[in-house]
């Protein structure tokens, strides 16, 4: 393997994924960074390469003569929403979007297998490195499973992996059972009555409501004493109005993340946590959506 990763190669690597740190594109928009994966890719002469898989999906295939079992390995290829502070040379050249979880990292990993795999032909089966769109918004998987051109690969083993920060390098970690957790997505739209900033008693303002839902769901996660595995919410964005100073807020939305190990546990969190949505909003006679 040593003679396979030389320092030109690695060279090579440590250029690409600066590269994509540098263009980052969020979910849905990974067009260039989808060609960019596909012009390292071919490079190497893999076997297949498949494109737009779920949207700007690739599977970069490598085949054995013989029939065996066929072995996926993915990464993801979208950045966030989130503007870059660094200052180094190779930082994002888009506002409001960069590689804040790592996803550039993760492609270059995998890319690395590209001329490990070309260099040393497997004999059986097939492995491919998998290349997924819109991961950050939870799309892209759905759209991947569901694209004829993903059904065809029919993988029988897939690994993933994600880089974990504070741990000595070159190593690889697992655990048994869960390493990470499921996530979901709790958008909560509030809906008063807007009226004159002068005359907030002739509307219903949902800015009362939205302060104690974040603080009452911010907490929720250590009150629930029959979940004992891990569970938690986090407040990630709020609205309340418009920024017009003669205007007294009706409407508002709030967005939470849901975290837990356990299915079982994340259906007892939801729950819960619409359940106080429910109880806020009555309490101060909003309409709400969630």
Same mark, same amino acid.
Not at 187 to 207: D, F, Q, R, V, W
Not at 267 to 285: G, Q
């Given at each position: ?24 594109? /969020? ?15 071919? *490079?190497? &002469? ?6 737009? /898989? ?5 599977? %970069? ?8 079992? %066929? ?28 590689? &804040? ?17 070309? *260099? ?37 083993? !897939? ?16 655990? *048994? ?6 996530? &979901?997505?709790?958008?909560? =739209? ?19 409501? !939205? ?11 250590? &009150?629930?004493? =029959? ?64």
């Amino acid at each position: 393997m040593n003679s396979v990763i030389n320092a030109s190669l690695k060279n090579n690597l440590i250029k690409f994924r600066k590269r994509i740190h540098k263009y980052p594109e /969020i979910a849905g928009n990974e067009k260039n960074t989808a060609k960019m994966v596909v012009a390292f890719a071919k *490079k190497f &002469k893999p076997d297949k390469i498949i494109q737009k /898989i779920g949207g700007y999906g690739i599977a %970069v295939i490598f085949e054995g003569k013989n029939k065996g079992p %066929v072995v996926l390995i993915r990464c993801e290829l979208d950045a966030l929403p989130i503007t870059e502070t660094n200052k180094f040379n190779f930082r994002s050249t888009k506002k409001n979007v960069s590689h &804040k979880c790592g996803h550039d990292g993760h492609m270059t990993i995998v890319s690395g297998l590209i001329p490990l795999l070309s *260099k040393n032909k497997i004999s059986k089966g097939k492995v491919i490195l998998l290349y997924q769109p819109s991961e950050e918004t939870g799309e892209g998987a759905k759209r991947i499973l569901e694209d004829k051109k993903f059904q065809s690969i029919k993988p029988d083993f !897939v690994f993933a992996l994600h880089n974990l920060p504070g741990f000595e390098k070159n190593n690889i970690l697992i655990r *048994k059972n869960v390493f990470a957790s499921a996530s &979901k997505g709790m958008i909560i =739209k509030l809906k008063g009555k807007t009226s004159h900033a002068a005359e907030p008693e002739k509307g219903i303002n949902p800015s009362l409501a !939205v302060a104690e839902i974040i603080q009452s769901l911010s907490f929720l996660s250590k &009150k629930l004493n =029959k979940v004992k595995d891990f569970i938690l919410i986090t407040p990630i964005h709020a609205k309340i109005g418009e920024p017009a100073f003669g205007t007294s807020a009706g409407y508002a939305e709030v967005m939470f993340t849901l975290r837990s190990f356990k299915n079982k546990d994340m259906n007892i969190l939801t729950k819960e946590a619409v359940k106080t949505v429910d109880t806020i909003s009555k309490k101060y006679k909003l309409k709400k959506e969630i």
